[in-house]
């Protein structure tokens, strides 16, 4: 059985070849298909990094326009799913419902699970960028009690999701752009990741020949864990159960002590062992957001703050490279939007659902591409005879 490396937690196995993203760990870097995270967070929009992703070059205006339209064709989901969504119970985590909501899509649109057309394929890939959102804000509208609303296609991206969570009926709601602008950015910046646990579950899932919503419902299943993509809801959580400045020392102690599993939610990374490029941007859209709604002095952003210095200047955590990640300023600003914690990881799923999808179709159409099999060191019992119960002991 010595024929395998034994490498848990796959940390140096390359399972695939991919041209989407490349990320730097040691220098903090974060390319989509070359091109830096930072341009792309401040000069473009996330409809154009979802071409981008997906097809391997920036759109030229006339392709843009035809792909945005095409996405917004999308937005709608079958009616039926409504009833779907009404066989939650009302506390139900929206990660849940969003689990079962993706992977029913398979039994909604038969006709894109085609996977080996690649006609199918690319209408399969732009219903799920286009209804991930009607979707998100169904679970949102449903956990808070209120009808569900209807995307607008006059609307941007980023601008009818906040419409389809916020709006009611009996009033008018009209999208800040700043804030339409600081979502669409939130976006850009969990669009893609390369091989993080979520995406390899759906390259895994995808490599068996399971349909792309089955798949995608594989990854949004992975994501929901605190060690990824819940990471930003218990980062909240942690920022509220610090509540205030004073009480930092203590966490810090806890999170260097070796016997306390306790850890500072929303920092260190697997593969940033430098700052995490897309924190710093989300730094900035975390400021801007609490200018436009006039949050001033909050005291977790002051608790954030304040943790971040203590935590950069500490020497455990220099030495152990741990920097604050995305998750860490995500929250903040999610909060401040008006979404409830339970809401973050779902806004993750919504914008990594891009790439995932331009992830599974680079695996389907990858010539070396076979089925995901890892193999194991067995350490358990030797071969040996089965005994009655009578002779047990
Ligand atoms: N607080 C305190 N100590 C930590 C932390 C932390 N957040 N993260 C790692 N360490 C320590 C850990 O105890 C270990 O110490 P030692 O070497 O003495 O045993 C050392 O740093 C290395 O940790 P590890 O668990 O071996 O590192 P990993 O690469 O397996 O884990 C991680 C990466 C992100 C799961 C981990 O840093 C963590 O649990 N962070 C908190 C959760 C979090 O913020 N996750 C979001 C990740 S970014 C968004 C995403 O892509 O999902």
């Known amino acids: 059985t010595g024929h395998f490396t034994y490498d848990p937690g796959f940390t140096s196995t390359a399972s695939c070849e991919s041209k989407i993203t490349y990320i730097d760990g040691e220098e903090g870097v974060l390319l989509y298909r070359g091109y830096p995270i930072e341009q792309l967070a401040e000069k473009g929009n996330f409809l154009e990094s979802c071409y981008l992703l997906l097809n391997g070059e920036l759109p030229t205006a006339a392709e843009f326009k035809e792909f945005d339209k095409a996405i917004t064709n999308h937005t709608m989901v079958h009616e039926q799913m409504q009833f779907f969504l009404r066989g939650f119970r009302r506390d139900a985590h929206p990660m849940a419902i969003m689990c079962g909501m993706v992977g029913a899509l398979s039994a909604f649109y038969h006709d894109s699970t085609d996977i080996n057309d690649p006609v199918q394929r690319m209408i399969a890939s732009r219903r799920l960028i286009a209804k991930i959102p009607t979707l998100a804000a169904m679970a949102y509208k449903y956990s808070v009690g209120q009808p569900v609303v209807y995307p607008k296609n006059s609307l941007g991206y980023a601008e009818n999701f906040l419409h389809m969570c916020f709006s009611v009926p009996a009033e008018e709601y009209k999208v800040d752009p700043i804030l339409a602008r600081a979502m669409d950015r939130i976006f850009i910046l969990h669009a893609d990741h390369e091989q993080n646990a979520s995406t390899s579950t759906v390259r895994l899932a ?188």
């Open 206 to 393: 995808g490599s068996s020949g399971a349909n792309p919503f089955a798949c995608i419902a594989a990854g949004i299943a992975c994501l929901w864990g605190p060690a990824h993509g819940g990471a930003n809801e218990a980062a909240l959580e942690m920022l509220r159960e610090i509540g205030t400045v004073d009480r930092i020392p203590e966490y810090i102690a806890k999170a260097k002590d070796k016997n306390d599993p306790f850890r500072l939610m929303g920092f260190g990374h697997r593969v940033y062992k430098n700052y995490d490029p897309r924190a710093r941007v989300m730094q900035k859209t975390c400021h801007e957001v609490l200018q436009v709604l006039g949050i001033k002095d909050d005291p977790l952003l002051d608790v954030a703050i304040e943790l971040e210095r203590i935590a950069l200047s500490d020497s455990y955590f220099i030495e152990k490279k741990l920097y604050p990640n995305i998750d860490f300023y995500s929250g903040i600003t999610l909060k401040a939007m008006g979404f409830p914690t339970t809401m973050f990881t779902v806004l993750f799923a919504l914008a990594r659902t891009v790439g995932w999808v331009a992830q599974w179709n680079e695996m389907i159409e990858d010539p070396d591409q076979r089925i995901g099999r890892p193999r194991q060191l067995y350490t358990g019992a030797p071969r040996r005879d089965y005994v009655s119960f009578d002779k047990r002991k």
